[in-house]
RNA sequence: GCCGAAGUGGCGGAAUUGGUAGACGCGCUAGUUUCAGGGACUAGUGGACGUAUGUCUGUGGGAGUUCGAAUCUCCCCUUCGGCACCA
């Protein structure tokens, strides 16, 4: 046995036995409980990073602890595969992105299983083969004939440097997820998806996933956004039409002074048409709809808007009120439409200020008087209703209710609800996607592609044109079609191709099938696999993936393919890997090979010897040059002391700071465990365990036995109840130092049987983290089978208490003393011995004893009130 | 502005059923090792005072509940994340 633990040979040769062996493989077995544990699978960008890294290693963990838990895991990985990168980078590096995406898969996938990740390979997924991606299509075509999926022209988010449109989970404060460009809105035609159907079912179902943690449910269920409020109708002044608008303070119609529409709401066009304000009134429409979603900064707040040249009636005063288009009313939500309350709210208080609107007060606070022409802002809070009719002196919130029913009986209003949530717009003009398998005839219109004809493939020997841009438009080949339903020979197919979370909505289900060609999955294999029991992966995804996914798994639940809709029971969302950044003044962020320490505080730029500064820990990115590579680490340490560094830095859920230090530190535990079992197996090797009562045993023995069981239940449950591995490692530690204090060499008998059942068991307990490692180590010490295929290590529960507690003395909460005695200690001996102790006679020195306590749980503790 | 999470040594982090604050690791200090270096091993390490048995102090700040608070309650501050004209 080598004096150190060579990583590189050993770690090839475990990987190469596990494969050989099929460790990985797993299929239906109706007699053993199966665990589904899912990672985010990831997009092929080139390289493995430090995020997948550690997103991976956590649940490769727990896969290979179900596993010796006897469970039958399953455990698959897969390509995220089509995406806008590959066509920049087709772009850049003058390739193909089918070319680039295969590449990268292949580089990636090697990548993956030089880290030692437990999957079974025969499941591997590609979202950008033709076998994956016609079974989406086949999908949207069913999806559309049950009317889920449908066409519509609306202003839709566009992000010019992608040439494409976005979702509206994809823009970030006005910004496209991908590429930080402002978003601007068109008008264009696209299909969507009608998720807004279940918007109240996803919403339920928020608080049915305890298994997830809170931030995201909240996160959906603030995405989702759903408002109490009513309708009221205001009629149109002059007409027998309505204006519909959606309010949750309808206790404050008698403020309603003005109405104002949505620029794009189909009245404004309508009520102003012939009036004088008509040219006005198109300039600001025209205006305000070219305008970029919104304006940076402070022009953002600024409101403004115009008569539209018409009025209509306030249903609870009967008075005539002005009908306004205003920047700041959105048609997407609610109808479109405000009855504007300026006394009540913030922005109609602004706009009426700005415009000379007449603000009348309605809700007092209590022991205030404000009046309408002097108040500096709007009053939002509860009060009592004046200049409201029959409601005056009621509470507001009660006349939210009594106005209300009272509209109601009018026939001008009722209870209602809205959503903030809107449908997923899927269409994207881009190139490498799942096209949309639909054509359009000029006599048929829409017309679906049979399904006899999928998949509509998406030609992968296009050219891809240099400014970006999908080519798929320039393709007559692509695009000309004889059109299914009347033949006619000039059809053309739909140029778009799908949002790339299409894709990932389903692919878990894929998994648990992936060669099967007669649907999306077998029936089957999803009934015995799914749901997914752990899903791990980012919190970045909390209001795209996951929600696209909770809503997919309804769709197909409706259309009677699965008998259940939520797709991920638990949700792990670690946190992100970060580390410090440096920037030379000279030459700005630095790689960390690019900094050289001189000494304790002073780093220098290796190419200009300035200084370098050390800035904030933050989030790796290239762009901030913080990065470590996994290929360095794989080369410097191996798979296992990365995985145990990724482990023991920070518990999952938090962000990890990644140190240099901190790295050297595993590698250290690694080798320290490698000599302590050298050292062991000299005199242990073929030694069975002890696993017998502790009682009996020698003092030193004991102890170390008591140790081993208590360690073996702290691992597991530190494992099962929140997948707290940092301390999971520690207890280890605790257990590897012990076993360092005892004198190996001259132990006797009793003593080697326990050294074996604590070496044992410190392998066992490691092996799901670094399992490289502790195969080789169980190998050597004469184990023929793998240790993954071992069960976990259970512990005695007669064998956690120790003989002697320390009683520890408080005087008025203080700690003063403590001394040791026997475990089964009697309360009135311990409190007997604590009041004797001399230490304690001092603190108690002209002083009376008021009470004494004595707790017996966790800790023995004597705790002496004195005054 | 609204919603959420988090603030503990020089650092990463333990301890949250209220019960010895700082496990484990990093770093640092001293020592040991035929120790080139790296490494390994032993001891120490929250702060202040003290030769010392020790005393005081200490979990973002301030109040409170309690025999006892990192942990529970209230107020405030800071940092991070999400949403943001949502009527």
New binding site residues.
């Given amino acids: 046995m080598d004096e150190r633990y060579h990583p590189g040979s050993i770690e090839d040769k475990w990987q190469k036995k596990w494969d050989e062996h099929n460790l990985f493989k797993v299929d239906e077995d109706p007699d053993k409980e199966k665990y589904y544990l899912l990672e985010m699978f990831p997009y092929p960008s080139g390289k493995i990073h430090i995020g997948h890294v550690r997103n991976y290693t956590i649940g490769d963990v727990v896969t290979r602890y179900k596993r010796m838990n006897g469970f039958n895991v399953i455990h698959p990985m897969g390509w995220d595969a089509f995406g806008m990168p590959a066509e920049n980078a087709a772009i850049e590096n003058n390739t193909h992105p089918a070319a680039w995406t295969y590449e990268n898969i292949d580089y990636m996938r090697a990548q993956l299983k030089k880290m030692g990740f437990s999957y079974d390979w025969d499941r591997e997924v590609a979202t950008c083969r033709p076998e994956y991606y016609r079974w989406e299509q086949w999908l949207f075509l069913k999806m559309f004939e049950n009317g889920m999926a449908y066409r519509k022209e609306s202003y839709v988010n566009w992000c010019e440097k992608c040439q494409t449109v976005l979702a509206n989970e994809q823009v970030?404060?006005d910004k496209c997820w991908r590429c930080s460009q402002v978003v601007q809105q068109k008008k264009l035609y696209q299909w969507y998806f009608k998720i807004t159907d279940y918007a109240e079912d996803l919403l339920v179902h928020c608080d049915k996933l305890p298994g997830w943690p809170?931030?995201v449910t909240?996160?959906q269920k603030?995405?989702i956004?759903k408002?109490f409020?009513s309708e009221l109708k205001f009629q149109i002044d002059g007409s027998d039409e309505d204006i519909i608008v959606?309010?949750?303070?309808p206790d404050t119609v008698f403020g309603a002074t003005f109405m104002c529409l949505?620029p794009e709401h189909p009245l404004v066009e309508t009520l102003s048409r012939g009036t004088e304000q008509e040219g006005a009134v198109a300039e600001f429409v025209n205006r305000i709809s070219h305008q970029e979603r919104?304006a940076t900064g402070i022009e953002?707040?600024e409101?403004e808007g115009v008569f539209v040249g018409a009025h209509c009636i306030n249903p609870a005063t009967g008075e005539k009120i002005p009908v306004y288009t205003a920047?700041?009313?959105?048609m997407e939500?609610?109808t479109?439409a405000?009855m504007s309350v300026p006394a009540g709210?913030q922005?109609d208080f602004e706009f009426a200020r700005k415009y000379g609107l007449n603000i009348r007060v309605v809700v007092q606070p209590e022991g205030e008087s404000l009046d309408g022409n002097t108040m500096p802002e709007a009053y939002t809070g509860p009060g009592i209703m004046v200049n409201s009719g029959e409601f005056n002196g009621m509470d507001n919130k009660s006349a939210i209710d009594a106005i209300t029913q009272w509209l109601e009986m009018e026939g001008r209003g009722k209870k209602t609800v809205?959503f903030?949530l809107r449908d997923w717009g899927i269409s994207r003009q881009r190139y490498w996607g799942t096209p949309i398998p639909i054509i359009h005839c000029a006599d048929c219109g829409v017309v679906p592609v049979p399904e006899a004809d999928l998949p509509i493939r998406l030609p992968e020997d296009a050219n891809i044109l240099p400014k970006g841009g999908s080519p798929l438009p320039t393709l007559a080949y692509f695009q000309k079609t004889d059109c299914p339903k009347c033949g006619r020979g000039d059809a053309r197919r739909d140029t778009d191709t799908m949002d790339t979370f299409v894709e990932s909505s389903w692919y878990y289900l894929r998994y648990c099938s992936p060669r099967y060609d007669r649907g999306m999955f077998d029936p089957d294999a999803v009934k015995y696999w799914m749901p997914v029991d752990q899903y791990i992966g980012g919190?970045e995804h909390a209001?795209l993936h996951l929600l696209y996914s909770r809503y997919f798994m309804r769709v197909l639940n409706t259309l009677g393919m699965i008998d259940f809709k939520e797709p991920f029971t638990r949700l792990l969302t670690q946190g992100m890997v970060c580390k410090e950044t440096m920037t030379c003044p000279e030459h700005g962020y630095l790689f960390p090979f690019e900094a050289e320490r001189k000494s304790a505080d002073n780093l220098v730029c290796t190419k200009c010897g300035k200084p370098v500064e050390v800035g904030r820990v933050i989030k790796m990115s290239k762009s901030k040059k913080n990065v470590v590579d996994p290929n360095e680490l794989l080369e410097q340490y191996g798979a296992d002391v990365t995985r145990l560094f990724c482990l023991f830095?920070?518990?999952p859920e938090?962000?990890l700071?990644w140190?240099e230090?901190?790295i050297?530190?595993s590698h250290?535990?690694i080798?320290?465990v490698w000599r302590l079992a050298g050292e062991c197996m000299k005199v242990v090797k073929g030694v069975t365990p002890y696993t017998g009562p502790a009682d009996g045993l020698s003092k030193d023995a004991k102890a170390l036995y008591i140790k081993a069981n208590q360690t073996v239940k702290k691992v597991t449950e530190d494992i099962e109840k929140s997948f707290?591995f940092?301390?999971a490692?520690?207890s280890v530690?605790?257990l590897v130092?012990m076993m360092?204090?005892v004198d190996i060499e001259s132990a006797d008998g009793e003593m080697k049987s326990i050294l074996a059942f604590g070496l044992e068991n410190i392998l066992l307990l490691l092996s799901p983290i670094v399992p490289h490692f502790c195969e080789e180590l169980y190998a050597l010490m004469g184990k023929e089978s793998f240790i993954l295929e071992q069960g976990w290590p259970s512990f005695r529960e007669d064998a956690l208490q120790t003989d002697e507690v320390?009683v520890?003395i408080?005087v008025?909460?203080?700690?003063?003393s403590?001394f040791t005695t026997g475990a089964g200690a009697s309360k009135a001996s311990i409190e007997e011995r604590a009041l004797a102790d001399s230490?304690i006679q001092k603190?108690l020195e002209g002083k009376t004893i008021r009470?004494v306590?004595v707790?017996q749980?966790?800790?023995t503790?004597v705790?002496i009130?004195a005054n």
């Fill in positions: 970030e404060q809170d931030k909240i996160m603030n995405w956004g408002s409020g959606f309010t949750t303070r949505a919104s953002k707040y409101k920047n700041f009313v959105l939500y609610g479109g405000i709210d922005r809205s903030r919190v209001v830095a920070a518990p938090r962000d700071e140190s230090e901190g050297e530190g250290r535990f080798n320290r707290h940092n301390t490692i520690s530690m605790e130092n360092y204090t320390v520890v408080q008025n909460g203080k700690l003063r403590k230490k603190h009470k306590i707790i749980k966790q800790q503790l705790n009130v």
